[in-house]
């Protein structure tokens, strides 16, 4: 038997994790009082569920699979691809909670694997992130409210971004101070999700002051502070770098002005959406055009163009927070089709790449 997943094989886990994506945002449409072609199996409510568990976690746990090499790792992928899939079907929530539970533990053991093979700071870092998808999973199957999971799955995110961050920052390293510091600040995003369980507030404040600590170490710290001044596709990823920082920051300034996270509150939807489109989305338009190639196999050659769905993110975004601020749901709702709008050119914009790619190999 083959040791690992030939590269045409991963595409239907791609494709479930996209499924996930645009059920998410479909969903989110719909929470936001749009009329969207949606249906009638999508809760609205599962919204965060199938962006973060759904979407993030099947290509997270993909990219994680394909770096182990083993086939059993590939569990995690299909079990989240599965579980989006079930969520958008309107299957019931114990039995897409015990899908996200089972791909989270795959995902955290494959993690696991990796740091023994591998021990290092940033490895730590990225087993610290497995390890809070799957702690959030398990509130989340225990029937616990979303204001407990989502600092979970908060830190998931954030701290699996820092950790490959960290690791390439072996070109640059940090000092031994900034080290320690890296670690007091992860170690900070853990006990504050674990507070958020029983006391949200007190917990969500100490997750937002992480957050706003982590921006700042990643601007001081991140070669990109370098790189930005190239050419090409290098300066296109530290840019998408550079402004995800400022998003991660302003979340957690906005978490720590308003005393911790409050469902229902402008201030919520602000600084979630500020961690998960204006830093997780960021990141993930910087690097496309390298995990890709390393996932599937295809080219994704560098165009101008890429800057448009950026910068149509980053506006959308400050569009939504906007409203969220001034109270104004017009605008909120506006910024959040454009939110959907920047998602689907930054899609577009790749297969036209891969396509421009498949072409000039040809």
Same mark, same amino acid.
């Given at each position: 038997m083959p040791r690992d997943l030939p590269a045409l094989a991963r595409v239907p886990l791609l494709v479930l994790g996209f499924l996930s994506l645009a059920a998410g945002v479909d969903a989110g449409l719909l929470r936001l009082g749009w009329d969207v072609p949606l249906p009638a199996s999508i809760d609205?409510?599962?919204? *965060? +569920? =199938?962006? %973060?568990a759904g979407f993030f976690g099947t290509v997270i746990s993909l990219e994680r699979a394909v770096a182990l090499a083993c086939l059993w790792a590939y569990g995690a992928p299909l079990a989240a691809g599965i579980a989006g899939v079930a969520a958008a079907a309107g299957a019931p929530l114990p039995v897409v909670a015990l899908l996200f539970v089972l791909a989270s533990a795959v995902f955290a053991t494959a993690s696991l694997?990796? =740091?023994?093979?591998?021990?290092a700071l940033h490895m730590v870092c990225l087993a610290l992130g497995a390890a809070s998808w799957l702690a959030g999973n398990l509130l989340w199957l225990a029937g616990l409210p979303l204001i407990a999971v989502i600092p979970w799955w908060i830190a998931f995110l954030v701290l699996t971004i820092a950790?490959?961050?960290l690791e390439l920052s072996r070109f640059l390293p940090p000092a031994p101070l900034a080290r320690r510091l890296f670690i007091a600040i992860a170690a *900070? *995003? %853990?006990a504050g999700a674990g507070a958020a369980v029983g006391a949200p507030r007190a917990g969500t404040m100490l997750l937002g002051a992480a957050l706003l600590a982590l921006a700042a170490w990643l601007l001081k710290q991140d070669i990109a502070r370098r790189t930005v001044r190239q050419q090409g596709l290098t300066r296109f990823i530290a840019v998408c770098l550079l402004s995800g920082y400022f998003w991660l920051g302003l979340a957690g300034a906005i978490v720590l002005a308003a005393g911790g996270l409050v469902p229902g509150t402008g201030a919520y939807? +602000? *600084?979630v959406h500020a961690v998960m489109l204006g830093f997780v989305f960021s990141m993930v338009f910087g690097h496309a055009p390298v995990i890709f190639p390393a996932v599937l196999k295809v080219a994704v050659p560098y165009s101008p163009t890429f800057y448009g769905a950026l910068i149509l993110l980053h506006a959308s975004l400050v569009v939504r927070v906007a409203g969220d601020f001034a109270a104004s749901y017009a605008w909120r709702a506006t910024g959040g089709l454009l939110n959907a709008l920047a998602l689907v050119a930054f899609i577009l914009g790749t297969v036209a790449a891969v396509i421009r790619g498949a072409a000039r190999s040809r």
């Open positions: 609205p409510g599962m919204h *965060a +569920a =199938l962006m %973060i694997v990796v =740091l023994v093979r591998q021990p950790g490959e961050r *900070a *995003a %853990i939807d +602000a *600084a």
